[in-house]
């Protein structure tokens, strides 16, 4: 074996670390486990994962990330030095973004419990711009309006509410509640 800094080399380092490193002959082939990031090796042993005289595919694997796929050809007399970021996957990104939301709306939830009506409802004019397809946002502006005694609007959040969703038996229960309330017969709008 030569030493690493006389050979030629294969380099990976990954942002974030870890991810798993897998060689194939082509994206048929089964893959096979050379390592975890970062990674620093002989080509030659990198080329022993591989049974093809002239190219091979490397993976990189990481959960919650997108799987990075590149096909490289065997260069003899080279260095293969990479340093990849990784991408977040898409449904990592939708569940860091609903988790995001959810926190949100549990401090709209102390703002009205405080009655802090007038900040609770800019928060929820706010993520009703970003989130216009999420019935509890309008939900949450019924109720601050009604425990802020102005029914109509909390009537016209309701219905929008069970407009968006019509599972959401909490904003058609109240949106009943108020009609009848109002002396709205609920079929004429």
Known sequence: NVPLGLAEVFELKTNPEGAELFVRDDFKGKPQKVGKTPIKMELSELYGYTASKDFFTIEIHKEGFETFRLTLMKTPGADLKMDLLLSESNKLKITKEHDLLVSELFNVQKMIRTKNFSDALNKLSSLEKK????????????????????????????????????????????KLYLEKKMGIDAEVR
Do not use: H, Q, W
């Open 131 to 174: 989130y216009p397809n999420f019935s509890v946002i309008p939900e949450l502006k019924g109720i601050t309006y009604y425990m802020n005694r102005d029914v109509e609007k909390a009537l016209s959040m309701f219905r929008a509410a069970f407009a968006i969703n019509t599972d959401n038996a909490d904003a058609y229960k109240m």
